[in-house]
């Protein structure tokens, strides 16, 4: 489930993501980032507390899963962009319906 909010936080920045289960009891999320780098996360215990663990260092407690994805993805890019704030700023410009005629006179 801790993997599964990560997930959630990663798909909101514009990343695809992949949980794969194996025959034991370590999922691991595989993600990649802008940049074409690979990254694998792993949920570990540690004195009582989980954590996300990634690459040789990364680190983010799993109860903030949003930091983690900062943390995992730190480019501003990589937000997805929220449609309707930007329609909004572009005003008239972008009509909200295309008409079916129009569509056809492009193809």
Not at 3 to 30: F, M, Q
Not at 38 to 56: I, K, P, S
Not at 62 to 74: F, V
């Amino acid at each position: 489930m801790m993997l599964a909010h990560l997930a959630a936080e990663l798909r909101k920045r514009g990343r695809r993501t992949l949980i794969a289960l194996s025959n034991t009891d370590h999922p691991v999320l595989y993600t990649v980032l802008a940049d074409g780098r690979r990254v694998a996360v792993l949920v570990a215990e540690h004195h009582g507390t989980w954590w996300y663990v990634w690459g040789r260092a990364g680190q983010a407690s799993a109860g903030s899963p949003e930091l983690a994805a900062r943390m995992i993805d730190p480019s501003e890019q990589g937000n997805v962009t929220d449609l309707s704030r930007h329609r909004a700023r572009l005003g008239a410009r972008v009509p909200a319906v295309i008409a079916a005629s129009e569509l056809t006179a492009v193809a």
